[in-house]
């Protein structure tokens, strides 16, 4: 019940700290944009609370403003703070401009996309199925926050103005605007009384349809009615659109589904897809909705293959347990108990309000390896008792052995679970996502505490249908024969001194060498942003990359794409010359992702060297979305002037462009289209009698054309555009010569008016914190980040020299590295001492307490070395499982002493060590063998979100392998040297 209650998505449920603002002000220049919008907007947003950094970017018309909040922060009530601070200084802002305040969290991202295609019908008629039939039929879906239609062309009324005719009747265009405002309109005259009856009167003075727009009356001097027809040609045309939209090779229109924050995934796609089946039979024929993107196919496919793994390594461990035990009730016991276990974790996961996501799914995979060693323990030691009592029932036996058990089990079970306490202390992304799986795994270690203790014997007792047989004498001989070999290692204990020291050497020598990272990469969706040179046009552009996808559809690992230019998926100021990929690669292939995308990049680039591309994964290009930088290098200068931050960056990117490792440079300067400037002369303009504002609607009558009115049709408002037949072909020799209407109706050229120049576009300004800063970013191209920002260091404080007052900080994944290691380390730390602190409660020792730690703290050297042996960079995931590791060794080593501190009762500490060592042997064996079989298959990343927690695998498995010689070698060794002096207490 409460797994079928369980929300379901891809990450969890987390809202980033981070709001972002986006103002729009016409086509105003950048440096006046800046001014008048970007700085009173940021000064006014440094007074909200909890506050950590503002980063603007501020472009032609438009600047996007991040507003960078503290983790602890109320995201809600920060927005309405901020949306109040800008309300403030409304007034003092241009009038006109627009403002969208968003709060970012997975859901502001689409999780599903369609493509709407058709064969014949045009885009106005394709855009009005989407807006008028697809947008409202899903929008019913429980769960669904909003249908973004992206492409498409919008339907418009263009009246085209005859200026000949026009200035030959001494009609000017404000004239016929005049005359369509007055004539287009609904308005009330008021109401009326009549025979106890109240009419509300109205007139309607609307126009309905093409035909009733050409006969509007423009004149009627007495002697002749000028219709609007007569000077104008009034047509039905798309709309002039900045967007192109093409899927699979062609164009089409995208549907983007958005889901409320904490709505199920999986119900919310399993209910559109079956709108989506109704739709098809609804469309007009020829229609069609296909999908391109469903994310829960991949959350689907992570649950299906993390369970895979689950049953797998639960299969192969319960046969360790038969080899082992050669008992099949033990092993059917150890396989029921992990089922219940999960079972039991899931109900608590469900009551806690988490999700079923990659990190709690990951979480509970991990954790099997420890949920299998408490089961084996507790049979074991069950089956070992029965094994030395061959005569006595199990009813009796069965509180003997969990009485004698019961106080390691609370030691070793609190080892574990207190390592994870101190993560509660990490901040930023890696926190948020790591929170869920270590507080999951509190959850499942706790649960799996209460059912090896009470509900495991209750199992064993109800398949014990008859009685052990005594132990044979194989069993007694084996027992002999580890007490010879434990021995052998007590008297020559320097061998355990010398593979201590072997150990910290090793660490001393990979640690350095390890490769690092941040977040393990996972996904088989590729995202590539791309932009042409400022000021291609749309046209060009859209050749150009229709060239693209050429090669894009020769890739054999290709399944399907879909492209944006003008736009792209996420929340951005996007200029025509730029957009976006989204790439699907086929489940079954040979090549990786990354070869995969190698593969395209050098093709593109070898083809297109105009064309500017940035390859990334999608999922972790949308966490990158959310948090500071998409792209994992980003070096920051700083400084007070443009011309010289843009040498430096340029400088910076030609240095970071030829470090290896490193892919898709960009030197952080995005320049916008060049403009034509129209300078008025205002002698000549007082002299004609117009004003700089009518000479602007001029002049944008002549170049996009003017919105003079609407008609309502249907559910829609269709705008009615007037412009002239030459709008759309104008060159900027022509602009100088655009007739110009005087108020009379005369014509006159526009360079008699004002001046025009040509002026090249002014790059983006970027600013942090209110200081100026160019940006220079990177991906990663096989490689790890730490050893690349290394080298790039290097290569920037050797070639790239400062002014005073100019200074370099890293920033993107790499700044949130060093935090998230920063913080792991004490994380580390502070397990080892809560471990201690466990092992002093439990034993009240303070030598055996430091000796456990000193041997869980050298098991994290076995970790290195997975991690050196199989290229797996550091990264916050394998970072918890050296965290893990420490509390896994302390959890086993308190077991043995336990029996030695027992059997030191009645027999010599030499004695009492084999005899511990031989006891735990098998238990130990098998809880190793067991979780290390049980976590190899996420270890070799088998199935779709196994990278995830890939490198948490191999650094326990790591750990696993050394800790048994450390167990089983090393710890009686120094048990033999700290009680060597002891005798027996009979």
Same mark, same amino acid.
């Given at each position: 019940?409460?797994?079928?209650?369980?929300?379901?998505?891809?990450?969890?449920?987390?809202?980033?700290?981070?709001?972002?603002?986006?103002?729009?002000?016409?086509?105003?220049?950048?440096?006046?944009?800046?001014?008048?919008?970007?700085?009173?907007?940021?000064?006014?947003?440094?007074?909200?609370?909890?506050?950590?950094?503002?980063?603007?970017?501020?472009?032609?018309?438009?600047?996007?403003?991040?507003?960078?909040?503290?983790?602890?922060?109320?995201?809600?009530?920060?927005?309405?703070?901020?949306?109040?601070?800008?309300?403030?200084?409304?007034?003092?802002?241009?009038?006109?401009?627009?403002?969208?305040?968003?709060?970012?969290?997975?859901?502001?991202?689409?999780?599903?996309?369609?493509?709407?295609?058709?064969?014949?019908?045009?885009?106005?008629?394709?855009?009005?199925?989407?807006?008028?039939?697809?947008?409202?039929?899903?929008?019913?879906?429980?769960?669904?926050?909003?249908?973004?239609?992206?492409?498409?062309?919008?339907?418009?009324?263009?009246?085209?103005?005859?200026?000949?005719?026009?200035?030959?009747?001494?009609?000017?265009?404000?004239?016929?605007?005049?005359?369509?405002?007055?004539?287009?309109?609904?308005?009330?005259?008021?109401?009326?009384?009549?025979?106890?009856?109240?009419?509300?009167?109205?007139?309607?003075?609307?126009?309905?349809?093409?035909?009733?727009?050409?006969?509007?009356?423009?004149?009627?001097?007495?002697?002749?009615?000028?219709?609007?027809?007569?000077?104008?040609?009034?047509?039905?045309?798309?709309?002039?659109?900045?967007?192109?939209?093409?899927?699979?090779?062609?164009?089409?229109?995208?549907?983007?589904?958005?889901?409320?924050?904490?709505?199920?995934?999986?119900?919310?796609?399993?209910?559109?897809?079956?709108?989506?089946?109704?739709?098809?039979?609804?469309?007009?024929?020829?229609?069609?909705?296909?999908?391109?993107?469903?994310?829960?196919?991949?959350?689907?496919?992570?649950?299906?293959?993390?369970?895979?793994?689950?049953?797998?390594?639960?299969?192969?461990?319960?046969?360790?347990?038969?080899?082992?035990?050669?008992?099949?009730?033990?092993?059917?016991?150890?396989?029921?108990?992990?089922?219940?276990?999960?079972?039991?974790?899931?109900?608590?996961?469900?009551?806690?309000?988490?999700?079923?996501?990659?990190?709690?799914?990951?979480?509970?995979?991990?954790?099997?390896?420890?949920?299998?060693?408490?089961?084996?323990?507790?049979?074991?030691?069950?089956?070992?008792?029965?094994?030395?009592?061959?005569?006595?029932?199990?009813?009796?036996?069965?509180?003997?052995?969990?009485?004698?058990?019961?106080?390691?089990?609370?030691?070793?079970?609190?080892?574990?679970?207190?390592?994870?306490?101190?993560?509660?202390?990490?901040?930023?992304?890696?926190?948020?996502?790591?929170?869920?799986?270590?507080?999951?795994?509190?959850?499942?270690?706790?649960?799996?505490?209460?059912?090896?203790?009470?509900?495991?014997?209750?199992?064993?007792?109800?398949?014990?249908?008859?009685?052990?047989?005594?132990?044979?004498?194989?069993?007694?001989?084996?027992?002999?024969?580890?007490?010879?070999?434990?021995?052998?290692?007590?008297?020559?204990?320097?061998?355990?001194?010398?593979?201590?020291?072997?150990?910290?050497?090793?660490?001393?020598?990979?640690?350095?060498?390890?490769?690092?990272?941040?977040?393990?990469?996972?996904?088989?969706?590729?995202?590539?942003?791309?932009?042409?040179?400022?000021?291609?046009?749309?046209?060009?552009?859209?050749?150009?990359?229709?060239?693209?996808?050429?090669?894009?559809?020769?890739?054999?690992?290709?399944?399907?794409?879909?492209?944006?230019?003008?736009?792209?998926?996420?929340?951005?100021?996007?200029?025509?010359?730029?957009?976006?990929?989204?790439?699907?690669?086929?489940?079954?292939?040979?090549?990786?992702?990354?070869?995969?995308?190698?593969?395209?990049?050098?093709?593109?680039?070898?083809?297109?060297?105009?064309?500017?591309?940035?390859?990334?994964?999608?999922?972790?290009?949308?966490?990158?979305?959310?948090?500071?930088?998409?792209?994992?290098?980003?070096?920051?200068?700083?400084?007070?002037?443009?011309?010289?931050?843009?040498?430096?960056?340029?400088?910076?990117?030609?240095?970071?462009?030829?470090?290896?490792?490193?892919?898709?440079?960009?030197?952080?300067?995005?320049?916008?289209?060049?403009?034509?400037?129209?300078?008025?002369?205002?002698?000549?303009?007082?002299? $004609? &009698?117009? +004003?700089? #504002?009518?000479? !602007?609607?001029?002049? *944008?009558?002549? %170049?996009?054309?003017? /919105?003079?009115?609407?008609?309502?049709?249907?559910?829609?408002?269709?705008?009615?555009?007037?412009?002239?037949?030459?709008?759309?072909?104008?060159?900027?020799?022509?602009?100088?010569?655009?007739?110009?209407?005087?108020?009379?109706?005369?014509?006159?050229?526009?360079?008699?008016?004002?001046?025009?120049?040509?002026?090249?576009?002014?790059?983006?300004?970027?600013?942090?914190?209110?200081?100026?800063?160019?940006?220079?970013?990177?991906?990663?191209?096989?490689?790890?980040?730490?050893?690349?920002?290394?080298?790039?260091?290097?290569?920037?404080?050797?070639?790239?020299?400062?002014?005073?007052?100019?200074?370099?900080? $890293? &920033?993107? +994944?790499? #700044?949130?590295? !060093?935090?998230?290691? *920063?913080?792991? %380390?004490?994380?580390? /730390?502070?397990?080892?001492?809560?471990?201690?602190?466990?092992?002093?409660?439990?034993?009240?020792?303070?030598?055996?307490?430091?000796?456990?730690?000193?041997?869980?703290?050298?098991?994290?050297?076995?970790?290195?070395?997975?991690?050196?042996?199989?290229?797996?960079?550091?990264?916050?995931?394998?970072?918890?499982?050296?965290?893990?590791?420490?509390?896994?060794?302390?959890?086993?080593?308190?077991?043995?002493?336990?029996?030695?501190?027992?059997?030191?009762?009645?027999?010599?500490?030499?004695?009492?060590?084999?005899?511990?060592?031989?006891?735990?042997?098998?238990?130990?064996?098998?809880?190793?063998?067991?979780?290390?079989?049980?976590?190899?298959?996420?270890?070799?990343?088998?199935?779709?979100?196994?990278?995830?927690?890939?490198?948490?695998?191999?650094?326990?498995?790591?750990?696993?392998?050394?800790?048994?010689?450390?167990?089983?070698?090393?710890?009686?060794?120094?048990?033999?040297?700290?009680?060597?002096?002891?005798?027996?207490?009979?």
């Amino acid at each position: 019940m409460a797994l079928s209650r369980l929300q379901t998505s891809l990450f969890p449920e987390v809202t980033f700290p981070k709001i972002k603002i986006i103002a729009e002000n016409g086509l105003q220049p950048v440096n006046k944009m800046m001014v008048t919008v970007t700085k009173p907007i940021e000064i006014a947003i440094k007074k909200v609370p909890h506050l950590t950094a503002v980063r603007s970017v501020t472009s032609r018309g438009s600047c996007e403003i991040s507003a960078f909040l503290d983790w602890n922060a109320d995201v809600d009530l920060a927005q309405q703070q901020i949306q109040s601070r800008i309300d403030e200084i409304r007034s003092d802002l241009p009038p006109g401009f627009s403002l969208t305040i968003e709060k970012m969290n997975p859901s502001v991202l689409p999780v599903m996309g369609y493509t709407l295609q058709s064969n014949g019908r045009s885009d106005i008629e394709m855009n009005m199925i989407a807006n008028y039939t697809v947008k409202p039929f899903l929008s019913q879906v429980s769960g669904v926050s909003e249908i973004r239609n992206i492409g498409g062309r919008t339907k418009e009324y263009w009246v085209e103005l005859n200026a000949q005719k026009m200035s030959s009747l001494g009609l000017t265009p404000d004239q016929i605007a005049n005359v369509l405002n007055q004539s287009n309109f609904i308005l009330s005259n008021g109401y009326i009384n009549n025979y106890k009856r109240l009419y509300l009167s109205v007139t309607n003075a609307g126009i309905t349809n093409k035909s009733d727009l050409g006969n509007i009356v423009v004149r009627n001097d007495g002697k002749r009615v000028i219709l609007l027809s007569d000077l104008a040609n009034v047509a039905v045309h798309e709309k002039t659109e900045y967007i192109r939209v093409n899927a699979n090779g062609k164009s089409a229109l995208l549907i983007a589904v958005l889901k409320q924050p904490n709505a199920n995934l999986i119900q919310v796609s399993d209910e559109v897809e079956k709108k989506v089946k109704e739709l098809n039979n609804l469309l007009p024929k020829g229609v069609s909705l296909k999908p391109y993107y469903v994310q829960s196919d991949f959350v689907n496919d992570s649950i299906h293959s993390v369970t895979e793994s689950l049953l797998i390594g639960l299969l192969l461990a319960i046969i360790v347990a038969v080899i082992f035990l050669r008992s099949l009730k033990a092993s059917v016991v150890i396989l029921l108990t992990i089922p219940v276990t999960v079972a039991l974790s899931i109900l608590a996961i469900y009551a806690c309000g988490y999700t079923f996501n990659i990190m709690t799914l990951g979480a509970i995979a991990a954790a099997i390896g420890l949920i299998i060693d408490d089961a084996i323990v507790v049979v074991e030691q069950i089956h070992r008792t029965h094994e030395e009592n061959p005569g006595i029932e199990t009813k009796a036996l069965l509180p003997q052995s969990i009485r004698y058990l019961f106080p390691a089990m609370v030691g070793s079970s609190l080892s574990t679970i207190v390592i994870f306490i101190p993560f509660m202390l990490m901040s930023g992304v890696a926190g948020a996502y790591f929170h869920i799986l270590t507080n999951t795994m509190i959850i499942t270690l706790i649960s799996s505490f209460f059912v090896t203790w009470l509900i495991l014997p209750v199992l064993y007792l109800v398949f014990s249908w008859h009685k052990k047989k005594s132990i044979d004498g194989k069993e007694i001989h084996l027992v002999h024969k580890t007490y010879k070999w434990v021995s052998f290692f007590t008297r020559h204990w320097w061998i355990s001194i010398a593979f201590m020291i072997a150990l910290i050497v090793s660490s001393v020598i990979v640690f350095p060498r390890l490769e690092t990272g941040f977040l393990p990469e996972m996904g088989r969706l590729d995202h590539s942003r791309l932009s042409f040179p400022p000021g291609t046009s749309l046209d060009e552009t859209d050749r150009m990359l229709r060239e693209v996808e050429k090669i894009i559809l020769k890739v054999p690992e290709v399944e399907a794409y879909s492209r944006r230019t003008g736009t792209e998926m996420g929340f951005f100021i996007t200029e025509p010359n730029r957009g976006d990929y989204l790439i699907q690669l086929k489940k079954n292939r040979t090549r990786s992702t990354d070869e995969v995308i190698n593969d395209i990049r050098e093709k593109v680039e070898s083809t297109q060297p105009a064309l500017k591309v940035d390859f990334g994964q999608v999922i972790m290009d949308m966490l990158g979305d959310l948090m500071t930088s998409v792209q994992p290098i980003e070096v920051k200068v700083y400084g007070s002037d443009q011309t010289v931050l843009k040498q430096l960056a340029a400088q910076i990117a030609e240095v970071v462009e030829k470090v290896p490792g490193t892919a898709d440079v960009f030197n952080g300067i995005t320049i916008a289209g060049p403009s034509l400037s129209v300078q008025p002369d205002y002698t000549k303009l007082a002299q $004609y &009698g117009i +004003t700089p #504002a009518n000479l !602007q609607s001029q002049l *944008r009558t002549q %170049l996009e054309g003017n /919105i003079v009115g609407t008609i309502l049709e249907k559910e829609q408002q269709t705008s009615i555009r007037m412009l002239y037949p030459e709008s759309k072909t104008a060159s900027v020799e022509r602009v100088r010569q655009l007739p110009i209407f005087l108020p009379s109706g005369k014509l006159i050229p526009l360079n008699e008016l004002a001046y025009v120049s040509l002026r090249q576009g002014d790059a983006e300004i970027v600013r942090e914190n209110l200081e100026s800063m160019f940006a220079v970013k990177a991906r990663l191209n096989g490689r790890d980040l730490g050893s690349v920002i290394h080298d790039i260091k290097d290569s920037v404080g050797m070639h790239v020299r400062l002014p005073s007052g100019y200074h370099i900080e $890293y &920033g993107g +994944t790499y #700044a949130d590295q !060093q935090q998230s290691f *920063r913080e792991l %380390l004490f994380i580390l /730390i502070a397990a080892c001492l809560l471990v201690f602190a466990v092992i002093l409660f439990l034993f009240r020792k303070i030598r055996v307490a430091l000796l456990i730690l000193v041997i869980a703290m050298l098991g994290v050297s076995g970790s290195y070395l997975a991690l050196y042996l199989t290229h797996t960079p550091l990264n916050v995931g394998s970072y918890t499982g050296l965290v893990m590791i420490v509390g896994i060794i302390g959890e086993n080593a308190i077991f043995t002493y336990l029996q030695f501190s027992e059997s030191l009762k009645t027999i010599s500490a030499d004695e009492a060590i084999a005899y511990a060592i031989s006891t735990r042997l098998r238990p130990k064996l098998m809880t190793a063998l067991g979780a290390i079989i049980a976590l190899l298959p996420l270890a070799l990343g088998i199935g779709t979100g196994a990278q995830m927690h890939q490198p948490l695998a191999i650094a326990v498995i790591g750990g696993f392998i050394v800790a048994l010689p450390l167990l089983l070698i090393v710890l009686p060794s120094l048990l033999h040297v700290l009680f060597r002096n002891a005798k027996a207490e009979q």
